[in-house]
């Protein structure tokens, strides 16, 4: 034939576009181009597809080559268009199933020697290719246990150019190869910690599980040493397990970001970017190939931002869209990406930039204008969308020696999925599961809207201006969450009196 057609995809984030690459085969001046927009990657996948089929023993024909990657409107990026290109090129003149050929998509980037070499963000591309109905992959062989992780698709992984042709009826003999493997990536996970070593924190420990069982975030203030780092890092562990839907876009998520995936990670994610973090680390970004940040790789997962006055200004002021919206879009010149951001926000900062303000003995040796300029990092409208604000205090020796048994984290997960489980009962007939994403008009209006008596407080904090209206709705949601816990089908005061503390710090 020649005319030969075959499948890619072109990714935008996590969504992916399939990509019909098409070669065509003309007795004119032997030449190759590529056409469709592809970018600088793509456009030299002319020499590597060139040299893979010659030391495959597949030489290419020796006319005029076309390749047009439809629709030639959509930006496409990388090196993962190489082996598509390879199989239609060959498909023109090789004796192939062409049906077999047009009914695949080819993922994978090509070495010199014919090998396949495994490319980023092949679990989104595979997603993508089920969602629209191709039923069968070809993945570089070191990307074949990610590639399976999706249902319903025949996944083939291949080691060099030659098994993919073989695999469409090409009459040849591949030689044996040794696969090309992915190194090994190290990435953070949530640690296994214990929820009782947490000693003389109880209020905490009771804040956290507030926090985990609403998803609300949260805002640890204290001096070094009271236990906000250890509270942190034991949130995961008393969330519940990620379903297959999340489980798969945090997975897809870590493959885009170049990561090795070998199976789905139930843990929630756990994000604890350096305070050096720019704002493209925290967003995500890259010049054409747009690629997670922290705040994408923990969605559905807790981010954690440990010395917050450290940060620069703007890089915290960019967590305030994603907080508002759960998700988070990336514009550059060439591309437009878009990306979960539902995440659980945890917060520790410190009274000063030494530590001591406020603790009794210690010396603090800040001046005003540093302790003013410290706090300050963290404007007003990032604090007005964080739910629980805790202050913490270091814990006595004395206390620490006669401390009781404090909450398990076996314990904390069951009261956290037993309340997660009313929550979602009373939200059934509404598109909200947790009590963080339920909105303020359906909380102020909707069928269980706290009566006059009991949102008294809250109106009088409203009316004082110790609330905004943004705030006012935390409160109630941060109270349905305490009210889960209680068992509690309805507000009462002393939810909302308790939720207030939690925000303000306010005594009803």
């Given at each position: 034939?020649?005319?030969?057609?075959?499948?890619?995809?072109?990714?935008?984030?996590?969504?992916?576009?399939?990509?019909?690459?098409?070669?065509?085969?003309?007795?004119?001046?032997p030449d190759f181009r590529i056409i469709g927009l592809p970018d600088k990657a793509?456009?030299?996948?002319?020499?590597?597809?060139?040299?893979?089929?010659?030391?495959?023993?597949?030489?290419?024909?020796?006319?005029?080559?076309?390749?047009?990657?439809?629709?030639?409107?959509?930006?496409?990026?990388?090196?993962?268009?190489?082996?598509?290109?390879?199989?239609?090129?060959?498909?023109?003149?090789?004796?192939?199933?062409?049906?077999?050929?047009?009914?695949?998509?080819?993922?994978?980037?090509?070495?010199?020697?014919?090998?396949?070499?495994?490319?980023?963000?092949?679990?989104?591309?595979?997603?993508?290719?089920?969602?629209?109905?191709?039923?069968?992959?070809?993945?570089?062989?070191?990307?074949?246990?990610?590639?399976?992780?999706?249902?319903?698709?025949?996944?083939?992984?291949?080691?060099?150019?030659?098994?993919?042709?073989?695999?469409?009826?090409?009459?040849?003999?591949?030689?044996?190869?040794?696969?090309?493997?992915?190194?090994?990536?190290?990435?953070?996970?949530?640690?296994?910690?214990?929820?009782?070593?947490?000693?003389?924190?109880?209020?905490?420990?009771?804040?956290?599980?507030?926090?985990?069982?609403?998803?609300?975030?949260?805002?640890?203030?204290?001096?070094?040493?009271?236990?906000?780092?250890?509270?942190?890092?034991?949130?995961?562990?008393?969330?519940?397990?990620?379903?297959?839907?999340?489980?798969?876009?945090?997975?897809?998520?870590?493959?885009?970001?170049?990561?090795?995936?070998?199976?789905?990670?139930?843990?929630?994610?756990?994000?604890?970017?350096?305070?050096?973090?720019?704002?493209?680390?925290?967003?995500?970004?890259?010049?054409?190939?747009?690629?997670?940040?922290?705040?994408?790789?923990?969605?559905?997962?807790?981010?954690?931002?440990?010395?917050?006055?450290?940060?620069?200004?703007?890089?915290?002021?960019?967590?305030?869209?994603?907080?508002?919206?759960?998700?988070?879009?990336?514009?550059?010149?060439?591309?437009?990406?878009?990306?979960?951001?539902?995440?659980?926000?945890?917060?520790?900062?410190?009274?000063?930039?030494?530590?001591?303000?406020?603790?009794?003995?210690?010396?603090?040796?800040?001046?005003?204008?540093?302790?003013?300029?410290?706090?300050?990092?963290?404007?007003?409208?990032?604090?007005?969308?964080?739910?629980?604000?805790?202050?913490?205090?270091?814990?006595?020796?004395?206390?620490?020696?006669?401390?009781?048994?404090?909450?398990?984290?076996?314990?904390?997960?069951?009261?956290?999925?037993?309340?997660?489980?009313?929550?979602?009962?009373?939200?059934?007939?509404?598109?909200?599961?947790?009590?963080?994403?339920?909105?303020?008009?359906?909380?102020?209006?909707?069928?269980?809207?706290?009566?006059?008596?009991?949102?008294?407080?809250?109106?009088?904090?409203?009316?004082?201006?110790?609330?905004?209206?943004?705030?006012?709705?935390?409160?109630?949601?941060?109270?349905?969450?305490?009210?889960?816990?209680?068992?509690?089908?309805?507000?009462?005061?002393?939810?909302?009196?308790?939720?207030?503390?939690?925000?303000?710090?306010?005594?009803?």
């Amino acid at each position: 034939m020649t005319v030969a057609r075959t499948w890619a995809v072109a990714l935008a984030g996590l969504e992916g576009a399939l990509v019909e690459v098409e070669a065509d085969l003309t007795n004119q001046i032997p030449d190759f181009r590529i056409i469709g927009l592809p970018d600088k990657a793509l456009a030299e996948a002319v020499q590597r597809v060139h040299n893979a089929c010659a030391n495959s023993d597949l030489p290419l024909p020796r006319r005029r080559l076309t390749v047009n990657l439809s629709p030639a409107s959509l930006p496409k990026q990388g090196s993962g268009f190489d082996v598509a290109v390879a199989i239609a090129c060959l498909a023109t003149e090789i004796p192939m199933d062409a049906a077999s050929v047009a009914a695949t998509v080819h993922l994978g980037e090509l070495g010199l020697d014919g090998r396949l070499r495994p490319i980023p963000g092949v679990l989104p591309s595979v997603l993508a290719s089920a969602r629209a109905g191709i039923g069968r992959v070809v993945v570089p062989y070191a990307n074949l246990e990610e590639a399976r992780l999706v249902q319903g698709v025949e996944v083939l992984g291949a080691v060099s150019l030659g098994d993919v042709a073989r695999w469409h009826g090409a009459d040849i003999a591949v030689r044996e190869r040794e696969p090309v493997t992915q190194p090994a990536t190290t990435t953070l996970r949530a640690p296994d910690r214990e929820l009782a070593e947490v000693i003389g924190q109880r209020d905490a420990v009771d804040a956290l599980v507030v926090a985990a069982a609403g998803g609300h975030h949260i805002l640890m203030s204290g001096p070094p040493g009271a236990g906000k780092t250890m509270l942190a890092e034991r949130l995961p562990g008393i969330l519940p397990p990620l379903d297959d839907e999340a489980a798969l876009a945090s997975a897809s998520i870590r493959s885009l970001a170049g990561e090795r995936i070998a199976d789905l990670e139930r843990t929630p994610p756990f994000e604890a970017p350096h305070h050096s973090a720019s704002v493209a680390a925290l967003v995500g970004g890259g010049s054409r190939l747009i690629r997670p940040g922290a705040i994408a790789r923990a969605s559905d997962g807790v981010l954690f931002l440990d010395e917050a006055g450290e940060f620069a200004s703007s890089a915290l002021d960019a967590l305030r869209q994603p907080l508002e919206s759960g998700a988070i879009t990336i514009s550059r010149a060439g591309a437009t990406a878009s990306f979960p951001a539902r995440f659980q926000l945890v917060v520790a900062t410190n009274p000063c930039p030494c530590g001591n303000y406020g603790v009794p003995g210690g010396a603090c040796v800040c001046p005003p204008i540093a302790i003013r300029r410290y706090l300050g990092r963290l404007s007003g409208p990032l604090i007005d969308r964080i739910d629980i604000e805790l202050s913490m205090r270091r814990v006595s020796v004395a206390h620490a020696g006669a401390a009781e048994p404090g909450t398990t984290t076996a314990e904390a997960k069951v009261r956290v999925g037993e309340a997660r489980e009313r929550a979602a009962r009373r939200l059934r007939a509404t598109p909200w599961r947790l009590n963080a994403q339920v909105s303020g008009a359906w909380l102020r209006q909707g069928p269980l809207a706290p009566p006059p008596v009991v949102r008294r407080p809250l109106d009088a904090a409203l009316h004082r201006g110790s609330l905004t209206l943004r705030g006012y709705d935390r409160v109630l949601r941060v109270a349905w969450s305490l009210a889960d816990l209680s068992r509690h089908d309805r507000l009462d005061a002393q939810h909302i009196g308790r939720a207030l503390f939690l925000k303000r710090g306010i005594t009803a």
